[in-house]
């Protein structure tokens, strides 16, 4: 059994990837617990840093990622998850995926390029 | 101008994928002068944390990593930049991809998935 390799560093992080558009969703950290919960549920189970406990996306706003398929890298130090997006939005601020600014190499200024499929208001009670 | 968040942790994580059939490459990380860098040469620039230097990448094995676009997710603390790779191949491995291993969650066993465009002893120099 490989697995990601915890001994190196107690969080991982985990690329979610859309199964269907190939689109990048969002990045966030496993631990040990996430990544056997995550196998074992198949849903995916971050580990989040800010609050220090296991992050089960979807929880609160019900855009749950149903785990498609899991890659593992060459160093065993990166974990890439497949997955069907519950809710059709990733990222808290309401956007498809959490990565919807493109910058300008040349002036840095940013655009949002993303989608925005809700209003985090509606979804996330004070 | 907006750039990815330093303050926070001098290492930010950046994804490659590739820029025409959407695949994930490879994750490595950037320090505040290879995001520089990268802006200004059009290359992707990590810092190695092994060498604990920055990593042109594709230096020695010639598969650079042309810029295509970069975009910078909700809480600037992860980057994604899509780009041209230059022999076909991410991995030092000389798989197209970093992330070649699959992982069937039921049994834990891995499959190599990726595709060697190179094999290394051909690549790299001793």
Redesign the interface.
Known sequence: ???PDFSKSELI?A?A?DDE????L??AYMNEEAWRE???S?RVVYFSRSRQKLWRKGEESGNVQE?R???????AD?I?IRVNQIGGAA???G?RS??????N?A????EV?GERVFDPKDVYRK
Chains 1, 2 share one sequence.
């Open positions: 059994m490989e697995s992080p690329i990837q558009s190939g689109d990048l969002m990045l995550t196998l074992s198949g785990v398929s899991i890659y593992l890298d060459c160093d990166t890439l990222c808290h601020e956007y959490c990565l919807f600014r493109r910058i190499p002036s840095g200024e940013t390029v």
